[in-house]
C-alpha cells in the first residue's frame, strides 16, 4: 500500500504568520506577569538570552528539514541521527507537550468569553474546540489561513501598544500610577529587583513564552517551495524576538513600573487600562481570547501531524496514517481533539496550580525537543560532512554553538529545582519518559515476534 502523501498548501506568507503566531502567545499576553514579578526589568534579557538561543535551533532545523526531502518533521531527523527509540520518543513527546499546553488554552477560552456571556465555562471551550476541529478537517490551507488571522490580530496588537507607547513617552504622558518615562525601568529596584535568582527563576516561564517557534518545522511537509519559505520564515525570527517581545516589554515597564503588575493578570490589559482607552478590557480580552483559539489550532495542527508522522515510522497506531479526501490526517485530529477536550476536567480538579503545571511540563519537554534538534545536527555535521558541504542553509557557529545552548537548556532544567512552583513538575515529568521507554521497549518485542512467526 503507498504511503499516503500531506498535501502542499501552506504558502509564504502562511508559513511567515504561522513563523510569528508561534513566538506570540499565551506565553507574552499572560504568562508575562508571572515572569515580570520574578524578574522585575531584568526579564528583558531573560527574553533575548531564550530568543537567541531559539533561534539558533531554529536554524539547525531548518539546515537539517533541507539536507533531505524525504524529512517530514524533526521526528524524523531525530530518528535517522539518532535511533528509533529517539524519533519514538520525541513525536510521543511533542505531541503530549502540545496537548497539555492546548488544554490550558482551550480552558482559556471559556474564562474569556465569560467576560461578555455568563454561561459555564465548558460551554464556549467546547465550542470552539469543535469549530476548530471542523475547520482542520477541510483542507490544511484552512489551518494556514487560521493562523494568519489569529497571528495577524496578535500583531496588530503589540503594535498599536508599542506605537502607542513611543507617543506617550514622547509627551511625558501622566497615568494613574507614574508618568510614562524610560526611568520607570530602573527606578523601582534597578534592573535586577530581586538579584540573580529571580532573573533565573523567570527562565521557566520565558521558555514557555517561546513555545510553537518550531511549527515551521512540523508544517515542513506541507509547505510550498520549503527550500525558499522555510529559510524566509526562520531568518526573520531574531528581529520577531526583538520586536514584538523586547519592544513590547520595554514599552510596558515604561508605562507601567513593574511593580503595578499582576502576576495573575494580563500586562497588556493593565496598560490599556491606564493609557485611559475606554473599551481597552473588552479589546484586550478578545485577543487573548483569539491568542488562546491560535494556541489551540495550532495544537490541534501540530499533534494530528505528529500523529500522523509517527503512524508513518509505524511507531503509532496505523489509523493515524489515514487521510481524508482533502489529504487531512482526520484520524489524527479526531483523537487529539478528543483528548483535549479532557482540558476541562483537569481545571476542574486543580483550578489553582493547572496553569503552573501545565506551562512547566510543557516547558521541560520542548527543552527535550529542541535538545534532540541540536544532538541530530551535532550528529549530521560529523555523519553526513557531503551533505552539509552542498548546504545552502548553514547554521552558523556549529557546533559550539550547540553545546553552548544545551549547557543552557541543562541550566535551565537545574534552576526549575529550586523553585516551589517548578520542583514538582520537574520532578514527575521524568514518569513520562519512563512510560515511553517502557512503551518503546514493548513495541519492539512485539515487532520481533510478528517478524519471527512470519
Same mark, same amino acid.
Given at each position: 500500500?503507498?504511503?499516503?502523501?500531506? /498535501?502542499?498548501?501552506?504558502?509564504?506568507?502562511?508559513?511567515?504568520?504561522?513563523?510569528?503566531?508561534?513566538?506570540?502567545?499565551?506565553?507574552?499576553?499572560?504568562?508575562?506577569?508571572?515572569?515580570?514579578?520574578?524578574? =522585575?526589568?531584568?526579564?528583558?534579557?531573560?527574553?533575548?538570552?531564550?530568543?537567541?538561543?531559539?533561534?539558533?535551533?531554529?536554524?539547525?532545523?531548518?539546515?537539517?528539514?533541507?539536507?533531505?526531502?524525504?524529512?517530514?518533521?524533526?521526528?524524523?531527523?531525530?530518528?535517522?541521527?539518532?535511533?528509533?527509540?529517539?524519533?519514538?520518543?520525541?513525536?510521543?513527546?511533542?505531541?503530549?507537550?502540545?496537548?497539555?499546553?492546548?488544554?490550558?488554552?482551550?480552558?482559556?477560552?471559556?474564562?474569556?468569553?465569560?467576560?461578555?456571556?455568563?454561561?459555564?465555562?465548558?460551554?464556549?471551550?467546547?465550542?470552539?474546540?469543535?469549530?476548530?476541529? =471542523?475547520?482542520?478537517?477541510?483542507?490544511? /490551507?484552512?489551518?494556514?489561513?487560521?493562523?494568519?488571522?489569529?497571528?495577524?490580530?496578535?500583531?496588530?496588537?503589540?503594535?498599536?501598544?508599542?506605537?502607542?507607547?513611543?507617543?506617550?513617552?514622547?509627551?511625558?504622558?501622566?497615568?494613574?500610577?507614574?508618568?510614562?518615562?524610560?526611568?520607570?525601568?530602573?527606578?523601582?529596584?534597578?534592573?535586577?529587583?530581586?538579584?540573580?535568582?529571580?532573573?533565573?527563576?523567570?527562565?521557566?516561564?520565558?521558555?514557555?513564552?517561546?513555545?510553537?517557534?518550531?511549527?515551521?518545522?512540523?508544517?515542513?511537509?506541507?509547505?510550498?517551495?520549503?527550500?525558499?519559505?522555510?529559510?524566509?520564515?526562520?531568518?526573520?525570527?531574531?528581529?520577531?524576538?526583538?520586536?514584538?517581545?523586547?519592544?513590547?516589554?520595554?514599552?510596558?515597564?515604561?508605562?507601567?513600573?513593574?511593580?503595578?503588575?499582576?502576576?495573575?493578570?494580563?500586562?497588556?490589559?493593565?496598560?490599556?487600562?491606564?493609557?485611559?482607552?475606554?473599551?481597552?478590557?473588552?479589546?484586550?480580552?478578545?485577543?487573548?481570547?483569539?491568542?488562546?483559539?491560535?494556541?489551540?489550532?495550532?495544537?490541534?495542527?501540530?499533534?494530528?501531524?505528529?500523529?500522523?508522522?509517527?503512524?508513518?515510522?509505524?511507531?503509532?497506531?496505523?489509523?493515524?496514517?489515514?487521510?481524508?479526501?482533502?489529504?487531512?490526517?482526520?484520524?489524527?485530529?479526531?483523537?487529539?481533539?478528543?483528548?483535549?477536550?479532557?482540558?476541562?476536567?483537569?481545571?476542574?480538579?486543580?483550578?489553582?496550580?493547572?496553569? =503552573?503545571?501545565?506551562?512547566?511540563?510543557?516547558?521541560?519537554?520542548?527543552?527535550?525537543?529542541?535538545?534532540?534538534?541540536?544532538?541530530?545536527?551535532?550528529?549530521?555535521?560529523?555523519?553526513?560532512?557531503?551533505?552539509?558541504? /552542498?548546504?545552502?542553509? /548553514?547554521?552558523?557557529?556549529?557546533?559550539?554553538?550547540?553545546?553552548?545552548?544545551?549547557?543552557?537548556?541543562?541550566?535551565?532544567?537545574?534552576?526549575?529545582?529550586?523553585?516551589?512552583?517548578?520542583?514538582?513538575?520537574?520532578?514527575?515529568?521524568?514518569?513520562?519518559?519512563?512510560?515511553?521507554?517502557?512503551?518503546?521497549?514493548?513495541?519492539?518485542?512485539?515487532?520481533?515476534?510478528?517478524?519471527?512467526?512470519?
Amino acid at each position: 500500500m503507498a504511503q499516503q502523501e500531506l /498535501k502542499r498548501d501552506l504558502k509564504n506568507r502562511h508559513v511567515q504568520l504561522i513563523a510569528i503566531g508561534g513566538t506570540i502567545g499565551t506565553g507574552l499576553f499572560l504568562g508575562s506577569g508571572r515572569a515580570i514579578q520574578l524578574a =522585575g526589568p531584568s526579564i528583558m534579557f531573560a527574553y533575548v538570552i531564550v530568543g537567541i538561543a531559539c533561534f539558533f535551533v531554529m536554524r539547525a532545523l531548518g539546515e537539517l528539514l533541507l539536507s533531505k526531502a524525504g524529512y517530514k518533521s524533526f521526528t524524523d531527523i531525530a530518528e535517522d541521527y539518532i535511533g528509533p527509540w529517539a524519533g519514538f520518543v520525541t513525536g510521543w513527546t511533542y505531541w503530549f507537550c502540545w496537548i497539555m499546553t492546548a488544554m490550558a488554552d482551550i480552558i482559556a477560552v471559556g474564562v474569556y468569553v465569560q467576560y461578555w456571556f455568563n454561561i459555564p465555562q465548558w460551554v464556549p471551550a467546547i465550542v470552539c474546540l469543535v469549530l476548530l476541529l =471542523g475547520l482542520n478537517l477541510l483542507t490544511v /490551507k484552512l489551518f494556514g489561513e487560521l493562523e494568519f488571522w489569529f497571528a495577524l490580530i496578535k500583531v496588530i496588537t503589540i503594535l498599536a501598544l508599542i506605537g502607542i507607547g513611543v507617543i506617550l513617552l514622547v509627551i511625558g504622558f501622566k497615568t494613574d500610577v507614574a508618568t510614562v518615562s524610560v526611568k520607570n525601568i530602573w527606578e523601582y529596584g534597578g534592573l535586577f529587583p530581586h538579584g540573580v535568582s529571580g532573573f533565573l527563576l523567570s527562565f521557566q516561564m520565558v521558555v514557555f513564552a517561546y513555545v510553537g517557534v518550531e511549527l515551521v518545522g512540523v508544517s515542513a511537509a506541507e509547505t510550498a517551495n520549503p527550500q525558499k519559505n522555510i529559510p524566509s520564515a526562520i531568518n526573520k525570527i531574531p528581529l520577531r524576538i526583538l520586536f514584538f517581545y523586547v519592544g513590547a516589554l520595554f514599552i510596558l515597564l515604561c508605562i507601567n513600573p513593574w511593580t503595578q503588575l499582576n502576576a495573575e493578570n494580563s500586562p497588556f490589559v493593565k496598560t490599556f487600562s491606564l493609557v485611559g482607552i475606554p473599551i481597552a478590557a473588552g479589546i484586550i480580552n478578545f485577543v487573548v481570547l483569539t491568542s488562546a483559539a491560535s494556541a489551540c489550532n495550532s495544537g490541534l495542527f501540530s499533534t494530528s501531524r505528529i500523529l500522523f508522522n509517527l503512524s508513518s515510522n509505524k511507531q503509532g497506531p496505523s489509523q493515524f496514517g489515514k487521510l481524508n479526501k482533502n489529504h487531512v490526517p482526520s484520524n489524527a485530529l479526531l483523537i487529539s481533539a478528543l483528548v483535549l477536550s479532557g482540558g476541562a476536567l483537569l481545571s476542574k480538579l486543580i483550578p489553582g496550580q493547572a496553569f =503552573g503545571i501545565v506551562t512547566t511540563i510543557s516547558a521541560i519537554c520542548f527543552i527535550w525537543v529542541w535538545g534532540i534538534i541540536l544532538v541530530c545536527h551535532i550528529r549530521y555535521r560529523k555523519l553526513r560532512p557531503d551533505l552539509r558541504k /552542498k548546504s545552502t542553509f /548553514k547554521a552558523p557557529f556549529t557546533p559550539f554553538i550547540n553545546y553552548a545552548v544545551l549547557t543552557l537548556f541543562a541550566f535551565i532544567l537545574i534552576v526549575m529545582l529550586f523553585a516551589e512552583a517548578t520542583r514538582t513538575a520537574l520532578l514527575l515529568t521524568p514518569i513520562w519518559f519512563i512510560l515511553l521507554f517502557i512503551l518503546y521497549s514493548f513495541n519492539i518485542k512485539k515487532d520481533n515476534n510478528i517478524r519471527a512467526s512470519a
